[in-house]
């Protein structure tokens, strides 16, 4: 079995720390670098639920997408949610690592396994790492869907393909366009419309998407908007955590660790219920719109 110094080492390879923005919170959490590793836990959330998980499983490491300590601390009491967390783990021996926005933008990243989700073709990243040589890395994937589709159409064949929430998918835009490009960009997107627009695709699928940013992106004079889908941050990102188990495992297999990788099925995504709005009619006259 390898020590952890050396997995964190094959991590920061597939994920350099350097490549992260700089207000992000990457890198290794908790954990003794000598201890040996032989069970690794993907999951995308750091939380109570994930972390008992972990030490259920018997796993040595958690290798989260979202940090624990983003904004930073000065307590890790286990009187609060994140110090009850890492007390968790550090109890049960197990380390914590963090790959954000540095596997945003990767070559396999975030958004390439949200396209592989949706069996796109990808033909490029939507905003591009200027440092990359070979053009693959950046925010956001670009692609073809398999067939073109109906908006509807394609607001239900996301649903179906990726991890199922209470939200499911929302879309903004005419049913009935038919849609043959996409872009997507797992978790929050709303920045990007500009690079969307610059791309010319038919659509964007992304997550938390805001009224006045998606109202904005849907109006426009001369060309037509592209159609937007907004699915939960959750879904977007856990394809991420099977694509990236799977690179552990073939540095592992190269090395001959025998490590062995699980990946977490928590979904923690925080709403946990949807109610389908009432029919907007006209006979209302008072109190709010419907």
Known sequence: MPALSEVLTALDALWPAERAEGWDAVGTVCGDPAARVERVLFAVDP?????????SLGADLLVTHHPLYLRGTTTVA??????????TLIRAGIALHVA???????????????AGALDLRITGPLVPDTTDPHGRRGLG??????QPMTLAELTAYAAARLPATAQGIRAAGDPD???????????SGDSLFDAVR??????????????????????SVGAVPPALLDAAHWATEWPWCEQAAAQLDAVSDRHGWGLRTHVSR???DPWTAHAASAPLTPTHTTGAPR
């Open 47 to 55: 939380v109570q639920a994930v972390a008992d998980e972990a030490v």
């Open 78 to 87: 286990a009187s609060t949610f994140k110090g009850k967390v890492v007390h």
């Open 100 to 114: 954000h926005t540095n596997a945003d933008t990767a070559d396999p990243g975030v958004s390439d396994a949200l």
């Open 141 to 146: 994937r670009i692609g073809e869907l398999p």
């Open 177 to 187: 366009r038919v849609i043959r490009t996409l872009a997507v960009s797992g978790g």
């Open 198 to 219: 610059a791309s010319g695709v038919d659509a964007f699928l992304t997550a938390d998407l805001r009224h006045h940013p998606a109202s904005e992106a849907t109006q």
């Open 266 to 268: 928590t979904v923690t």
